[in-house]
DNA sequence: CTGAAAGCGCTAACAA
DNA sequence: TTGTTAGCGCTTTCAG
């Protein structure tokens, strides 16, 4: 690992032609035909042990590695998927394609790395590139506000998985998290620490993301029997000058103010805790506060310490590595599937520390 | 790009195997033999122009799409490279690799992602694959705190970047910010504003970055005539909590505070914002402040909005596109590259706005 | 137990 | 102008 000039490969026993060694090179030099070193490379057939050994004794010493592009083309599997984000990279998607990556990885299986950016003509471009690879899968992730068109599967059969991101068609594989279950995760916490008023300042209603959480909000706060009352549902935008504004709003009415706000995500949250603190009103004593996305640098810089949802997004990585290998095993996956997001406590809400539940 | 199911491939003119199509498939159906058929898609040769004409339609109505895999396999050349990160990819390495990829992509190139998280046994599993899947060069980025050991380029002759990370081979090639001159593009700005006394809150000292721009953050103030007073440098860690910390340590003594803070990174901006707004002291009338990274959220959610240096990573990954392309090209290029940071002013630091300078 | 040979899909040099 | 053929590096039957 560490010694750089290995001069010694090039002054090895017999002069080898230069570039990658070859099964020819081991072949010769252990004095055995092709198909002979095939076998043993490939512990297939049988084959005396000695000669086995010194094949393979060979092939380390020149450091034979084989050409995995030689044997994609005979088996017609190339060992590598493709991952495209229309949407560039993000926060998001980033943990999902890293968990993925590794999943496969274990696979012996490499991922093309293709970003879009939404560009239609470029997207194509990609794919194209990708299907002559030939590819052996697709991951497709996007943002999230709009559900997009589906890939056109130029080839027939090839198994695409859209994760982070909805397509209409049924035939198709999504996998999201439960932004629902998530959202009732954090209330019904709020409400089993004895919040009677919890309001909800989120983001932009056109993200379906917003539509699911606030569901969440409404189902978690009637199974525990409160309401919310008008005005405590803020749809607005992602950024904590949103939160500090609608927490102005919400907290400039002397009576019934709420004693609990559950953000939609976590900058909105930290918007909120800033503005809370500067006009006087306590975290968590007067006022508990929930955040989603559990982002960590967001999360640790708050004060105090934001309790907010995390959506498992490697869990969502994971997951779809495994389908993705399913399928390239030949089942067939359809449908929309979500998985579940769980709750990070920390001091802004007010309950006991470090607990984790899902 | 919208419809799904495109049965009319299954129904094609005339019957053909299942799988992609081969220019096997493309000659049989135009008449033709393999080697003509291959010197019209590739427009080599001399052709009639009907049968070539006549080729090239048969190869898109049959969706042709030329195996790469076996072209590669021809030439010896892969059209990958793979891009390794022993750290995970994570803010600063991320647009780094997506403005790789988008230079390379344009060169028909596509981009391997791995990440070993700092396991050296992984890495070295991660090589063997890409190895193993002949790419023609390796881009290696790491987080910056410590010099990493060199690759082994097992294969001789493959061409390797470093980028944002540093390695001590004088042969390699290593990609890198300019942490000094970012520093000194700052604390220049600051002087021209008339700010006298400028601190310098950062990170931990362990980090090379730190150590660069303390270097530029000194070099500046010589420059405009100022020395840096003791305890005036603050080096700590990179979180919001040591900005508040430093900054309520500087300034609780009463006479002689500083007038300006240049701060290692953003997230110890906003804390340092936090605590002068907290203390009472304007920003930027009375204390100016700049930040470095110029992450976008935490930069926008500053009150007021930071004025932070820019390390171009979006640059530094193309140039290591066009340094990888070169290298693969067969020129040799090593040493260390320092790419220019720039500064983009916002209100804390009390300049005109939306100016950006180098 | 080992070797020879066909073929994965494509290109390029050489024949016709 | 077009066809034939020999590989690229590997696996896998099928003979020996």
Redesign the interface.
């Known amino acids: 690992?560490?010694?750089?000039i290995?001069d010694d490969?090039?002054s090895s026993d017999e002069r080898l032609p230069r570039?990658?060694r070859t099964i020819r090179d081991v072949a010769r030099l252990a004095g055995v035909s092709i198909g002979t070193a095939s076998k043993a490379l490939n512990a297939s057939g049988r084959l005396s042990a000695e000669t086995r050994a010194k094949i393979l004794r060979i092939a380390r010493e020149i450091?034979y590695?084989?050409?995995?592009?030689?044997q994609?083309?005979h088996r017609?599997r190339?060992m590598?998927v493709g991952?495209l984000s229309n949407d560039?990279?993000g926060r998001f998607t980033?943990p999902i394609?890293?968990a993925l990556?590794?999943r496969l990885?274990d696979q012996?299986i490499?991922?093309?790395?293709?970003?879009a950016t939404d560009d239609?003509l470029r997207e194509?471009?990609?794919i194209?590139?990708?299907?002559?690879?030939?590819i052996d899968g697709l991951v497709v992730t996007a943002r999230r506000a709009d559900r997009r068109?589906?890939i056109?599967?130029?080839?027939?059969g090839l198994p695409v998985i859209y994760v982070f991101s909805r397509v209409e068609?049924r035939?198709a594989l999504c996998l999201l998290p439960d932004d629902k279950g998530g959202a009732a995760l954090a209330v019904r916490h709020l409400a089993a620490l004895g919040r009677r008023r919890i309001a909800h300042i989120t983001g932009p209603e056109r993200f379906e993301a917003v539509r699911l959480r606030e569901a969440g909000y409404r189902a978690a706060l009637a199974e525990a029997g409160l309401a919310a009352r008008p005005g405590d549902y803020r749809p607005g935008h992602w950024?904590?000058?949103w939160g500090r504004d609608a927490v102005q709003d919400l907290f400039s009415r002397r009576r019934a103010v709420p004693d609990a706000l559950f953000c939609g995500n976590d900058?909105i949250a930290?918007?909120a805790l800033?503005a809370l603190r500067e006009m006087g009103r306590a975290t968590p004593a007067d006022v508990a506060v929930v955040g989603f996305d559990n982002w960590e640098?967001m999360v640790?810089?708050a004060r105090p310490p934001l309790t907010s949802v995390d959506m498992n997004l490697d869990a969502l990585g994971r997951e779809a590595g495994v389908c993705l290998l399913d399928m390239m095993a030949g089942r067939v996956i359809t449908g929309v599937r979500r998985l579940p997001c769980s709750l990070v406590v920390r001091d802004s809400c007010g309950a006991g520390q470090h607990s984790a539940f899902e």
């Not at 690992?1 to 750089?4: G, Q, R």
């Not at 590695?65 to 030689?70: G, T």
């Not at 194209?128 to 030939?134: A, C, E, I, V």
Request: hydrophobic share 35%; glycine share 8%.
């Open positions: 690992m560490t010694d750089l290995r490969l090039e570039g990658p450091e590695r084989p050409n995995v592009l030689a994609s083309l017609t190339s590598t991952i560039s990279f980033f394609v890293e990556e590794r990885f012996g490499a991922v093309f790395m293709c970003n239609p194509r471009r990609h194209d590139q990708l299907l002559g690879k030939r068109e589906p056109e599967p130029a080839a027939r068609n035939n950024s904590e000058a900058q930290r918007g800033d640098v640790k810089g």
